[in-house]
């Protein structure tokens, strides 16, 4: 643009009356050349420039897509309800060791004692410490019940069984899972299991307990890993297909399994369940990168990612034998780890972005070019229009043919 905002802001019906035709004439070339450029970007799409499906204007996409955005924004607030803990529930967690009593005693009431301050703490998302807990009111049939023992002395290291230690139950808690079909079983199926720890006694004078695994929450991820908990591992894959490849929002995937399987989920544990999983794919994506960094040849683009009110971005990076997915800003620091970085030395093939072009084996990607080749063949200044039209006609050159076999062939037809 040669005319600034600042400039227009002066010009008006009486600015241009009183200007000699010399400078008016001047002016006039400059407002049609900035005119010729506006209309260009105005008729911009995918179809013949860079710019992503998603930057079409808002009268070409779904109204649903408002609908999931506004359901995205109000489950960020969901999220900050009291997210279910087995350890309280008053169905699906409970340290009644009894297997035939499936429904475990109420969580205690707890207080949170007054801190005294003038104005209160800044509120965490999640359960608040030292507020009451709340559990399961659904109640669900026990269909398989699981006895965990400790496999060896926590004090001696003398390894244990139930047949010659004395044992007995000491906790217990539920998962809820999906059986996914089989030859002798249709469809998908929910089950309850009530999973029993054992605690056994030693011949040393040891008790020992069986602990549930646990990966405990550190700076990095804001979440533990645990074996105790009231998802199983195919309902887990289910909640996060159904949150990050479909797209649903988490009220949506609580309505989900309340419709077609009649469990009550909360907001909460579905965020809980999505974060985990996460966190436990964490090395999966790691050997990804790794194969990724080893090919000699990259692929890499971007494409808008519109999430509740923020504006994020997809990024995928194929590679020869891999191709590694990530969603974030637009930005150096999404990609970093992957291309300015000592494990990729390879060709990289991209648009023009200005951030593609600070690594130094670059090929432009040709279906780019393509696209703005077409664009310049759309361009009101005739120039432009030909070059555009004489670059797309590189794409598909005449076929040339090779006279002396033709020839050839005709002689060996007569």
């Not at 929910?190 to 549930?212: D, N």
Request: charged share 30%.
């Amino acid at each position: 643009m040669q005319l600034t905002d600042h400039d227009l802001k002066q010009l008006d019906k009486e600015k241009l009356d009183s200007l000699p035709e010399e400078s008016l004439r001047s002016l006039s070339a400059k407002l049609l050349t900035d005119l010729k450029e506006a209309r260009e970007q105005l008729g911009q799409n995918p179809q013949n420039s860079s710019r992503p499906s998603g930057a079409m204007p808002p009268w070409f996409s779904n109204d649903t897509d408002k609908d999931e955005a506004n359901e995205e924004e109000s489950d960020s607030s969901d999220a900050n309800e009291p997210m279910l803990k087995e350890s309280e529930s008053a169905q699906h967690d409970s340290d009644d060791p009894d297997p035939s009593k499936d429904t475990p005693s109420d969580a205690e009431d707890k207080t949170t004692e007054p801190t005294g301050k003038d104005e209160p703490p800044p509120r965490n998302p999640g359960r608040q410490p030292g507020s009451q807990g709340y559990g399961r009111q659904q109640v669900l049939p026990t269909d398989k019940i699981e006895h965990h023992f400790v496999g060896h002395c926590h004090c001696c290291g003398k390894k244990m069984n139930e047949a010659e230690f004395p044992s007995q139950a000491y906790t217990a808690y539920y998962e809820i899972d999906i059986l996914i079909q089989t030859d002798s079983r249709a469809g998908l199926t929910l089950q309850q299991t009530k999973h029993m720890c054992y605690e056994s006694q030693c011949s040393c004078g040891h008790t020992s307990q069986y602990r549930p695994f646990v990966e405990e929450a550190n700076e990095t991820w804001q979440v533990a890993i645990k074996e105790r908990h009231l998802v199983g591992p195919t309902l887990a894959s289910m909640i996060i297909f159904l949150a990050v490849r479909m797209r649903l929002s988490r009220r949506r995937v609580v309505e989900f399994f309340q419709t077609w399987f009649g469990l009550k989920l909360s907001v909460g544990l579905i965020q809980q369940t999505i974060t985990e999983g996460a966190r436990c794919l964490e090395p999966v994506e790691e050997e990804i990168i790794e194969s990724v960094v080893k090919s000699e040849l990259l692929h890499i683009d971007e494409t808008s990612w519109p999430q509740a009110a923020q504006k994020l971005w997809l990024w995928v990076v194929v590679g020869m034998s891999a191709t590694w997915y990530t969603i974030g800003t637009r930005g150096r620091s999404a990609i970093e780890r992957i291309l300015f970085s000592d494990r990729f030395d390879g060709w990289l093939m991209s648009d023009g972005w200005h951030i593609y072009r600070e690594y130094y084996k670059r090929l432009r990607c040709l279906a780019h070019l393509e696209r703005k080749a077409i664009g310049l063949a759309q361009s009101l200044d005739p120039d432009a229009a030909k070059f555009g039209k004489k670059a797309g006609s590189l794409q598909n050159p005449p076929k040339v043919v090779d006279s002396s076999k033709h020839d050839a062939s005709e002689a060996v037809g007569a």
